[in-house]
């Protein structure tokens, strides 16, 4: 079977799909009112990072050969065709819930968007006053004539078209403006209660500016006011060759980035055709690049609603994460005391977090303790996302401050956050701390901490010895987050895996030939042979009819290797089951080739985000962890470590609660047909339903006491 021969499907399609599954817990009335307004907006920004990388991608490629076969069969134009159609499906459904299920409950529970055409007389007066004072100041229209042509508007900023009658000071015929909403402004404004007579009353942008826009052109004729934003292409264009200072060429490149070819128009149904077809032709696009939206455009902004309304009975239970970092080993101390020394526990054995279900702050207090412990030497770390508020790198400018050799990979790429990776970037260095920015072309998405302390060594006196203390972890070194996805974290002074970080560290801040190392998998150089050969060696344990088990959970599966892999594993007689929360190319349980295989996906109240790869290894259980999906990006073009689970405990733990308890959800898992659709699973007859999320918030839940 050669690369090109395997069946594929199709990756943008698979995303879709992902999203289809995501809009679903919209559209369950099992979910809390609030969660599932929450859940519509996450669609709405899964979309906008859809349109502006993978559609602009296809766009592009387009122009180049529309006829190029891709790997599923595909040409592009028939790709374009596809996804273009599902899109418009998925955000007609999206709408759907919104106006016909969603808007009219929370009406019900007193939460209501009162848009202009139902004001009365008090509440047109206070929104009056609101536009006066807080939003006209801000606002700027723009008059389209032969010397104000089209506006290049910003990339999924809000707008408006407005259509005028009349003649303006200077004789002009005024026909057409367009008035951009600046970012400052407030998307959703909250009405007294004593006005909006209910509990919650929200008032959108665009109900202020339609209401008021003729303030902005004054002795004119109002006609019409739509809201419309335009999405586009936001990939950043830094030739690997060319660059002498990343840093420098990114912060080049980072001001144009919302000004990129557009890829799609968004308008409201009420927009008349003439003036739809003068959007899309002034951005260069196709009808089918149009969707026209029957309700607010761009539910994203809703997203703050929950946030505002104190209704607990309408959100997820609250949920405080477990904060000691116990379940570890017998007869390790367990403690919530910050007094307490975290590098000390680690000595005393290695230490497993689960996020969100315990705490992040263990990680927080070994950076602190590491920061102010006079016999701590060095400190180094990958950082790919951590936010803009960040007490992980307030923790890393202290300890440069105390005088710690502080060295920070800093990933400049991480879409989206480049900005705020270059703002912390100039912070360190003004204290003194090493930034580097990994190597060009391959992205650092390894998630790694390392901690060198000087220590006594016992029965010698005045001997001492250097140390060396990591945290592994699956996702990034951002608190937030933490909260919300799922990953394990890894601390140990294992003596060998502290030597293999010790060693990535040193390729990715110097330069040298592939140092070896003996315990973690790294790509680009071993990740993906170490992959292959666990595989095999499944496969090889079948063939003789002994035991063959792998189980993986990750993101995405793409590489085509892989799955090539995989499907001949599968032949040999291998049970694979695969927890696969986004786009996976492997078509599982067809007839002569992937009869073993399963594919399932968790979508939930937290995002499963955990990198879990285990193997039966003929009764070891080999079990790795990691940040990288089986992608060729992850396996061939960015700086990614596995690292095993040694200790016994732990890696049942990770089984059990990373594999084996989602293995059983039989209530919010969605089972993949061969075909790449996906049907939710369902309790059987006389089954209790099995929510693996909500069995471990109990799990983690201290005893006597509901989360």
Known sequence: ????????????????????????????????????????????????????????????????????????????????????EYAHTLVARQYAVFNNTIQPQLEDAGIQFIFAKD?????????????RTELLPLLTPIALDPAHPFPKVANKSLNFIVSLDGKDAFGRRARLAVVQAPRALPRVIHMPKHLAKSDYGFVLLSSFVQKFVGSLFPGLSILECHPFRVTRNSELFVSDDEVTDLRKALQGELPTRHLGDAVRLETSVETPHALVERLRKENGLEPQDCYRIDGPVNLMRLSQVPDLVDKPELKFALYRPKSSFGLTKPGQQDSTDPDDSIIEKIRQGDILLHHPYESFEPVLQLLREASNDPDVLAIKQTVYRTGDDSPVMDALIQAARNGKEVTVVLELFARFDEQTNINWAAKLESVGA???????????????????????????????????????GTGNYHPKTAKLYTDFGLMTCDESITNDVHLVFQQLTGTALHLETRELWESPFTLLDELIAHIRA??????????????????????????TELYKAS??????QL????????????????????????IGRFLEHHRIYYFYAAGKESVHLSSADWMDRNLLRRV??????????????????????LLKDNATAWKMNSDGSYQQVKPRANQAPVIAQLELIKQFAPKGKAR
């Open 1 to 84: 079977m050669t690369k090109m021969a395997i069946p594929l499907l199709n990756r943008e399609i698979g995303i879709l799909e992902f999203n289809s599954r995501v809009l679903a817990q919209a559209e369950d009335p099992a979910n809390p009112l609030l969660e599932r307004l929450r859940f519509l907006g996450i669609v709405s920004s899964n979309l906008d990072e859809f349109f502006e990388v993978r559609v602009a991608g296809l766009k592009e490629q387009l122009q180049i050969d529309p006829k190029k076969t891709e790997a599923d069969g595909l040409s592009i134009a028939e790709t374009y065709d596809k996804v273009t």
């Open 119 to 131: 004001w009365t007389p008090e509440q047109e007066k206070w929104a009056h006053g609101i536009f």
């Open 434 to 472: 090493h930034v580097v920015y990994g190597v060009v072309g391959h992205k650092c998405h390894a998630k790694m901490l390392l901690v060198v302390r000087r220590e006594k060594i016992a029965g010698k006196k005045n001997k001492s010895q250097l140390v060396r203390y990591v945290h592994l």
């Open 538 to 563: 499944e496969a090889k344990a079948a063939k003789a009819g002994k035991k063959a088990l792998i189980i993986a959970k990750m993101n995405a599966l793409l590489e085509p290797t892989i799955i």
């Open 571 to 576: 032949q040999a007689g291998v049970k694979i």
């Open 579 to 602: 927890i696969v929360r986004g786009v996976c190319a492997l078509q599982p349980g067809v007839k002569g080739l992937s009869d073993n295989i399963s594919v399932r996906s968790i």
């Open 640 to 661: 990614e470590v596995a690292f095993p689970v040694k200790d016994r405990a732990l890696k049942k733990r990770v089984i059990l609660e990373g594999l084996k308890l």
